[in-house]
Each structure stands twice: as structure tokens, then as C-alpha cells.
């Protein structure tokens, strides 16, 4: 699919060590951040731009954060113009108006010069620990307008020619609750494109700029063709998909998906209008959901570039939760309506998959995500943190393939700290973080277990930490079934108030089960709220979907899973029509036969 | 041209005219053009019958099962919402 006018093997080498910046790009973040949400979690993007701003090369990182620095880098050429960007100046954008998807993402953007020329662009995020909202950490619930949800810059030197602008520097942090900690995933920002700059201009002096201008170009013709190319294969269609997340109500997003020979149309006209609380994602938000869709369905083994872009279209009407407009609150736009956008637009791409032989293979059953929460507070050594991510998405088990179980918390994206790192770190300490039996959706294939994880206060000087809980609310979260496989079990958060906890685990009978704790339970929607000492913080996970229908599953898969926790004795009977043999869970195959007939009589009554 | 349309179902050319196919029986539910889910025996369910972690969606959902009418394969399974009539 080459154009011919680069040698083949240059333009591999050249292709490949583009990724390669990128990805040490991360590698730099990690190694120098100032959170764990960098240096652990990964909660980041590096990538590289072409003059423009098109996409040249990504890491492997966040489909929709490598379109949004795409704007952002637009966003800064608007701004300053060509004239007022010199070789060596860093850039700062945070502003979702503009390219930011929420206010604590920070992008750090650096032009890349070539004997004066600029010849391309460098770009990360981190999610920074504190923005100064009116909630520790950003997310919001609370916050009526953009105003509450912290500093919100559309663009600005943070360097000079080279030269850190301490005065915007210190302006900046000084404006959240962590200074020291903001500060420092600033300046690993700086590090990772500094990282760039010099590895792009060693290329540079190696290939000179006609070359490497000429293989960018051609990394994203060839994506787009190759991309171009499997589209004009899979037969034309409409499919159509919704999702509900409960913000004060319901907020209904939809998408219809039209595949018009080499084009996708994604058409969220139909969606509700943008909501009080900060769910809403920017137009540019919605626009990469759905590019990472791509990208993770028909282009997953592609060079990430524009080329992915090119033969899509967004329509998504103004005021709406896809493109909501100022100034509307939007701090948990990421985590609910962007992770729902992200989930419609897999879940059409999957039913057009499966009208293709070839790509039918590559059905993965559809996550809509997860609840998660995030705490604040005064740790067990006397230091506030404004941040503290559970992470809990690292845990989310995986949808069922045409021929495959879903990955058993496989994770939907970043990284989770172990839990003697996290109570080491913080004023927590876990009951039990493991997989969730019963969770999974059922199916011929089944999606992947979930986790469940409770935790409790320990050595908090202030005898409660703070806590926000958010992502995508409502019992359409979790994954979904594909063609008769069953929906994951919900994902929740309940706060368990007053319990026994304490008094248990001085008797030493640490509470495996909830029923044991007592006290008063509630589920928490977007909210606020504060542990205290004595509560108990219950969340599940997303599990993934099952595919297929569970009355097919191989009665061998469903004793194993019964052998290992994932799934319970009974519901190997109620679910899967499995009939083992108590205690060593021996398989009675011809039991198991007249159970799943007397089954399918019962549900399909006479259809048979 | 025909194709799979989705686990079960194939989208099936014949005579000029397009189909929604079972691939089990040969069963044709419907034009390609129809809404092939208004042509299948639907049944509901209460939430658990997915599973005993279902129990949340009780009195709010319906787990609804979609079956090819003739030969009873299963096509689709979902949670629905109840709808309030009052």
C-alpha cells in the first residue's frame, strides 16, 4: 500500500522509530512524575504532530487524549501565530472549551524546530492532582458552571526560548491544593518533550527534513489507504446503539453509525440535551472517543496517525451531552458521557464487524465502564493529598470474543498499584480487593470476572478522609452481551456507614463478607462524601459481556469456573444449566443435557 | 450479496430481494430493510435470571430474551427498562 515514493525499508525504520519517541516520551513521564497517577496508574499521552497539527505518530496511550492534543496544538497556532513561536518555547493548555477534554488534564505542547523551521510538534498530558476546584482532585459533582472546576488556561508560555517562566510556573501551582506534587508532573511533562525534541532532531540531522516531512506524509497516506481499503470490504449499513448514565435523572446518549462505502458516519443527533451536573464532553472529546474506537477495532495494528481520521465524520448536535457549550460544567465528562461515547461507538463498529467474515473474528462484547471514586485527605504521616485514585478501571473484566472468555480483570485502561502500595501510601486499609464471583456476563464465551474490592479507614489523623464518586452511573454500566451473550453484573460503589468493622478486626475476624459488617448501606450516585472512621467503602467493577448463548458454554469451562470462585454452584445450574455433583463438583453430563432442554422448553415455550 | 449479519443471522440475496436469515433453519425473518428484532419470539425475565448480581435491577429492568420463532435459537439478551404505564 506504499506510494512508492520512499523506499520501503527506510520508510519502516523511519515509521518505527517515530513510535519509539513516543513511547520513551512515556517512559520519561513515568520515571519522572510527580503522582502515581503517572508513575503508576499511566494516566498519560505522548505523542508527535506534523506542522499543522495532524497527528504523526502516538504511544500507546488514549485514543481520544492523541486527537485532543492534536487540537490543542491547532489551538496554539491560532493563538500565537507562526511569528510568536520560537524554537524552545513550551506550551500550556488546559482549557475543554478548547482542546482539553476535562481541566486536569493539562496538555504541555513544544514545537519542534529544524534549522529554524518548525517541522513538527511534541505533546503530553498528565492528569495533574489538583486543579484548585471546588472539589480536591477535579471532579466535580457539584459544580453548576465551569467556573467552579478550577484554572482553566487556553494557552500559555510556560517556557521561553528555553527558558522555564517562573512567574507562570508558581501562578499556576499556587492556584491548587498541591503545589509540590502539580509542580512536579509539570515539569515531568517538560521532561518527556524535551525527550522528544532531542530524538526528533537527531533524526532530523540524520535523514534531513525533506525525508522525514515525506515519510509523516506517507505514514498517514498509508493508514488512511490501508484503513480506506478494509472499510470498502465490509458491506454498507446503519447500526444503532444507546446508553443511559443517571446524573438528576436520566441522560440518554445515542449514536447511529452509517457505513457509506469508504466512510463512517457517527450521528449522535438523538442525544440528550447537556446536563446540570459536569458529565458533558466537548465536541473535540467526542471526536476522539470515537477515533479510539477505531483504532482499537479495525486500525489496532496500524501506525496511530491522522490517517485513522480521515474517513470519518462526527455529526453531534450542539447543547447536547456530545458537544455541550459554555459554560456548562464538564469535570467527569471523561469518565460517564466520554466513556459512553467510547462504548457506542465500539458497540456499532462490533455489529459492523460481524457483517464482515474477516472481521467477525475480532468481535471483543462492549464495555460501557465502570463506577470508580477518588479520596482526599490527611495520610497517616500527617501529608494532604488532593488525589487519590482507586484506579479501579485497571480491574475491569474484559468482553467475551467469537471464540474466547473475556481476559479475567483485564483492565479497560491504566494501571492499578498494588494494595500494600496503596495502604503503605494512604490512610486505607483493604478488606479484600479480588474477583468478584457471579460478576461476569454469561455466555457460550463468557466476559471477564470482575474485581470487588472493600475498603475501610486506618491511622487517619483526622479521622475521615474525603471522597468523590463518579463514571458512568446507572445499571447500563458494566459490559454488555453480544448476539445472546449476557450482560456483566453493574458495577457499584455503596458506602457501608457505621459498621462493625473495627470491632471485627480487633477480634481478629477480618469481615470477607459484607453481611458481617452491619451498619447502614448506601449506593452512592455523583456525589461527595466523606469516610469516615468505622465505614466501610464497598465497589465493584465492570465485568465483561458474555457472547453467545450460555447454554452452549462447553459444561467442562463452567465446572472450572465454578472450581475457581468466578462462577457460583448455583447459578452453573440457573445460568448455564450445569448440573455438578455437590462438593467435588463432578460434572453429570447427562443431568446437564435434560436440565438445558427442560431450559430452552421453558423460555422459548413452543417456538421449538 | 450475501453476508453474516450477526451470530445466527446472515443477510441473504435471492431473486433481487434482501433478507434477514436464520443460518440455524433457513428461516426468513424479514427484509433486510425491516427491523429484524420486531420478527423474533421475544421473552422476558427477571433481571437474576442473568445472574444472582442482577438483583439491583429488580422492579426496574426486564431481561429480555429474543429467539428465532421457529427454530428457538437464541438471537439476542438484554436488559430493558420497565416502562410505567401510569
Redesign the interface.
Same mark, same amino acid.
Given at each position: 500500500m506504499l506510494s512508492g515514493h520512499i523506499d520501503p525499508i527506510t520508510f519502516e525504520v523511519l515509521s518505527h522509530r517515530l513510535h519509539q519517541i513516543t513511547r520513551e516520551m512515556g517512559i520519561a513521564l513515568e520515571r519522572t512524575g510527580g503522582t502515581v497517577t503517572t508513575t503508576q496508574q499511566h494516566d498519560y499521552n505522548a505523542s508527535l504532530y506534523r506542522p499543522d497539527g495532524e497527528i504523526m505518530a502516538a504511544g500507546e496511550t488514549y485514543g481520544h487524549h492523541v486527537v485532543c492534543a492534536g487540537f490543542a496544538v491547532r489551538r496554539i497556532l491560532e493563538r500565537f501565530g507562526a511569528e510568536e513561536i520560537y524554537p524552545d518555547d513550551i506550551f500550556l493548555l488546559n482549557d475543554p472549551y478548547l482542546a482539553a477534554i476535562h481541566n486536569p488534564d493539562v496538555y504541555i505542547i513544544s514545537p519542534i524546530h529544524h534549522q529554524n523551521a518548525l517541522v513538527g510538534w511534541s505533546a503530553t498530558f498528565v492528569h495533574v492532582s489538583d486543579v484548585g476546584a471546588i472539589t480536591p482532585g477535579g471532579d466535580s459533582p457539584d459544580a453548576t458552571e465551569i467556573f467552579q472546576e478550577g484554572f482553566r488556561i487556553p494557552g500559555i508560555k510556560l517556557v521561553e526560548r528555553g527558558k522555564l517562566r517562573k512567574d507562570v510556573f508558581d501562578t499556576i501551582t499556587h492556584m491548587t491544593r498541591q503545589p509540590e506534587a502539580v509542580g512536579l508532573d509539570l515539569k515531568c511533562e517538560i521532561a518527556a518533550n524535551n525527550v522528544a525534541k532531542a530524538r526528533l532532531h537527531d533524526m532530523y540531522r540524520q535523514y534531513g527534513p525533506e525525508l522525514m516531512n515525506g515519510v509523516s506524509i506517507e505514514m498517514i497516506r498509508y493508514t488512511e489507504a490501508v484503513l480506506r481499503k478494509r472499510l470498502g470490504e465490509i458491506?454498507d449499513g446503519i447500526w444503532h446503539e444507546t446508553l +443511559?448514565i443517571e446524573a438528576d435523572g436520566p441522560c440518554r446518549l445515542a449514536l447511529a453509525l452509517r457505513k457509506e462505502g469508504e466512510r463512517l458516519i457517527f450521528d449522535f443527533t438523538g442525544t440528550d440535551a447537556q446536563a446540570r451536573k459536569g458529565i458533558n464532553l466537548p465536541f473535540h472529546g467526542t471526536f476522539g472517543f470515537c477515533f479510539g474506537a477505531i483504532l482499537y477495532s479495525i486500525a489496532y495494528d496500524l501506525p496511530k496517525n491522522q490517517g485513522v481520521l480521515k474517513p470519518m465524520e462526527v455529526i453531534a448536535p450542539k447543547g447536547t451531552l456530545v458537544n455541550v457549550q459554555y459554560p456548562a460544567p464538564i469535570s467527569m465528562s471523561t469518565t460517564s458521557s466520554g466513556f459512553g461515547v467510547g462504548f457506542l461507538a465500539s458497540s456499532v463498529l462490533m455489529?459492523m464487524c460481524? +457483517?464482515? $467474515?474477516r472481521w467477525?473474528r475480532e468481535i471483543v462484547a462492549p464495555s460501557a465502564s465502570h463506577r470508580n471514586c477518588r479520596h482526599s485527605g490527611v495520610n497517616q504521616y500527617h501529608r494532604y493529598s488532593a488525589f487519590i485514585n482507586m484506579a479501579h478501571g485497571a480491574m475491569d473484566g474484559n468482553g467475551a470474543r467469537?471464540d474466547r472468555d473475556g481476559v479475567d480483570s483485564g483492565g479497560s485502561y491504566m494501571s492499578c498499584p498494588n494494595v500494600e502500595w496503596m495502604e503503605l501510601q494512604y490512610p486505607l486499609l483493604y478488606l479484600f480487593r479480588r474477583h /468478584?464471583t457471579?460478576? +461476569?456476563?454469561?455466555g457460550k464465551f463468557r466476559g471477564g470476572v470482575a474485581v470487588e474490592s472493600a475498603h475501610t479507614l486506618h491511622d487517619a489523623p483526622e479521622g475521615k478522609i474525603r471522597g468523590v464518586a463518579y463514571g458512568v452511573a446507572g445499571?447500563?454500566n458494566s459490559g454488555?452481551?453480544?448476539? %445472546? %451473550?449476557?450482560?456483566g /453484573?453493574?458495577s #457499584?460503589i455503596t458506602l457501608m456507614e457505621k459498621t462493625r468493622v473495627n470491632e471485627l478486626i480487633a477480634a481478629n475476624q477480618p469481615p470477607g463478607e459484607l453481611t458481617r459488617l452491619g451498619g447502614q448501606e448506601r449506593s452512592l450516585p455523583y456525589c461527595n462524601f466523606e469516610l469516615k472512621e468505622s465505614d466501610v467503602l464497598y465497589m465493584r467493577v465492570a465485568a465483561g459481556g458474555g457472547? %453467545?448463548?450460555p447454554?452452549e458454554r462447553d459444561p467442562e469451562l463452567v465446572r472450572r469456573d465454578v472450581i475457581n470462585r468466578i462462577v457460583?454452584a448455583? /447459578?452453573a445450574r440457573? #445460568?448455564y444449566g450445569v448440573v455438578l455433583e455437590d462438593r467435588q463438583f463432578e460434572l453429570d453430563l447427562a443431568a446437564t443435557r435434560q436440565l438445558r432442554a427442560a431450559m430452552?422448553r421453558h $423460555?422459548? %415455550?413452543d /417456538?421449538? | *450479496?450475501s453476508?453474516?449479519?450477526? &451470530?445466527?443471522l446472515a =443477510?441473504v440475496d435471492d431473486a433481487g430481494e434482501t433478507w434477514i436469515c436464520c443460518t440455524g433453519c433457513g428461516h426468513r425473518l424479514c427484509a433486510a430493510s425491516q427491523d429484524w428484532r420486531a420478527c423474533c419470539?421475544k421473552?422476558t425475565?427477571p433481571p437474576t435470571?442473568? @445472574?444472582?448480581? *442482577?438483583n439491583?435491577?429488580d422492579g426496574?429492568?426486564l431481561?429480555e430474551?429474543l429467539?428465532?420463532? =421457529?427454530? @428457538? =435459537?437464541?438471537?439476542?439478551?438484554? *436488559?430493558v &427498562?420497565v416502562k410505567n404505564e401510569s
Amino acid at each position: 500500500m506504499l506510494s512508492g515514493h520512499i523506499d520501503p525499508i527506510t520508510f519502516e525504520v523511519l515509521s518505527h522509530r517515530l513510535h519509539q519517541i513516543t513511547r520513551e516520551m512515556g517512559i520519561a513521564l513515568e520515571r519522572t512524575g510527580g503522582t502515581v497517577t503517572t508513575t503508576q496508574q499511566h494516566d498519560y499521552n505522548a505523542s508527535l504532530y506534523r506542522p499543522d497539527g495532524e497527528i504523526m505518530a502516538a504511544g500507546e496511550t488514549y485514543g481520544h487524549h492523541v486527537v485532543c492534543a492534536g487540537f490543542a496544538v491547532r489551538r496554539i497556532l491560532e493563538r500565537f501565530g507562526a511569528e510568536e513561536i520560537y524554537p524552545d518555547d513550551i506550551f500550556l493548555l488546559n482549557d475543554p472549551y478548547l482542546a482539553a477534554i476535562h481541566n486536569p488534564d493539562v496538555y504541555i505542547i513544544s514545537p519542534i524546530h529544524h534549522q529554524n523551521a518548525l517541522v513538527g510538534w511534541s505533546a503530553t498530558f498528565v492528569h495533574v492532582s489538583d486543579v484548585g476546584a471546588i472539589t480536591p482532585g477535579g471532579d466535580s459533582p457539584d459544580a453548576t458552571e465551569i467556573f467552579q472546576e478550577g484554572f482553566r488556561i487556553p494557552g500559555i508560555k510556560l517556557v521561553e526560548r528555553g527558558k522555564l517562566r517562573k512567574d507562570v510556573f508558581d501562578t499556576i501551582t499556587h492556584m491548587t491544593r498541591q503545589p509540590e506534587a502539580v509542580g512536579l508532573d509539570l515539569k515531568c511533562e517538560i521532561a518527556a518533550n524535551n525527550v522528544a525534541k532531542a530524538r526528533l532532531h537527531d533524526m532530523y540531522r540524520q535523514y534531513g527534513p525533506e525525508l522525514m516531512n515525506g515519510v509523516s506524509i506517507e505514514m498517514i497516506r498509508y493508514t488512511e489507504a490501508v484503513l480506506r481499503k478494509r472499510l470498502g470490504e465490509i458491506p454498507d449499513g446503519i447500526w444503532h446503539e444507546t446508553l +443511559t448514565i443517571e446524573a438528576d435523572g436520566p441522560c440518554r446518549l445515542a449514536l447511529a453509525l452509517r457505513k457509506e462505502g469508504e466512510r463512517l458516519i457517527f450521528d449522535f443527533t438523538g442525544t440528550d440535551a447537556q446536563a446540570r451536573k459536569g458529565i458533558n464532553l466537548p465536541f473535540h472529546g467526542t471526536f476522539g472517543f470515537c477515533f479510539g474506537a477505531i483504532l482499537y477495532s479495525i486500525a489496532y495494528d496500524l501506525p496511530k496517525n491522522q490517517g485513522v481520521l480521515k474517513p470519518m465524520e462526527v455529526i453531534a448536535p450542539k447543547g447536547t451531552l456530545v458537544n455541550v457549550q459554555y459554560p456548562a460544567p464538564i469535570s467527569m465528562s471523561t469518565t460517564s458521557s466520554g466513556f459512553g461515547v467510547g462504548f457506542l461507538a465500539s458497540s456499532v463498529l462490533m455489529q459492523m464487524c460481524a +457483517t464482515s $467474515e474477516r472481521w467477525r473474528r475480532e468481535i471483543v462484547a462492549p464495555s460501557a465502564s465502570h463506577r470508580n471514586c477518588r479520596h482526599s485527605g490527611v495520610n497517616q504521616y500527617h501529608r494532604y493529598s488532593a488525589f487519590i485514585n482507586m484506579a479501579h478501571g485497571a480491574m475491569d473484566g474484559n468482553g467475551a470474543r467469537i471464540d474466547r472468555d473475556g481476559v479475567d480483570s483485564g483492565g479497560s485502561y491504566m494501571s492499578c498499584p498494588n494494595v500494600e502500595w496503596m495502604e503503605l501510601q494512604y490512610p486505607l486499609l483493604y478488606l479484600f480487593r479480588r474477583h /468478584a464471583t457471579d460478576s +461476569t456476563g454469561a455466555g457460550k464465551f463468557r466476559g471477564g470476572v470482575a474485581v470487588e474490592s472493600a475498603h475501610t479507614l486506618h491511622d487517619a489523623p483526622e479521622g475521615k478522609i474525603r471522597g468523590v464518586a463518579y463514571g458512568v452511573a446507572g445499571p447500563e454500566n458494566s459490559g454488555h452481551g453480544m448476539f %445472546g %451473550g449476557y450482560p456483566g /453484573a453493574p458495577s #457499584v460503589i455503596t458506602l457501608m456507614e457505621k459498621t462493625r468493622v473495627n470491632e471485627l478486626i480487633a477480634a481478629n475476624q477480618p469481615p470477607g463478607e459484607l453481611t458481617r459488617l452491619g451498619g447502614q448501606e448506601r449506593s452512592l450516585p455523583y456525589c461527595n462524601f466523606e469516610l469516615k472512621e468505622s465505614d466501610v467503602l464497598y465497589m465493584r467493577v465492570a465485568a465483561g459481556g458474555g457472547y %453467545g448463548d450460555p447454554l452452549e458454554r462447553d459444561p467442562e469451562l463452567v465446572r472450572r469456573d465454578v472450581i475457581n470462585r468466578i462462577v457460583s454452584a448455583d /447459578a452453573a445450574r440457573q #445460568v448455564y444449566g450445569v448440573v455438578l455433583e455437590d462438593r467435588q463438583f463432578e460434572l453429570d453430563l447427562a443431568a446437564t443435557r435434560q436440565l438445558r432442554a427442560a431450559m430452552r422448553r421453558h $423460555e422459548i %415455550g413452543d /417456538a421449538s | *450479496m450475501s453476508h453474516p449479519f450477526r &451470530e445466527n443471522l446472515a =443477510v441473504v440475496d435471492d431473486a433481487g430481494e434482501t433478507w434477514i436469515c436464520c443460518t440455524g433453519c433457513g428461516h426468513r425473518l424479514c427484509a433486510a430493510s425491516q427491523d429484524w428484532r420486531a420478527c423474533c419470539r421475544k421473552r422476558t425475565f427477571p433481571p437474576t435470571n442473568a @445472574g444472582p448480581l *442482577m438483583n439491583i435491577l429488580d422492579g426496574r429492568y426486564l431481561f429480555e430474551k429474543l429467539y428465532c420463532p =421457529v427454530c @428457538g =435459537v437464541l438471537l439476542n439478551a438484554q *436488559m430493558v &427498562e420497565v416502562k410505567n404505564e401510569s
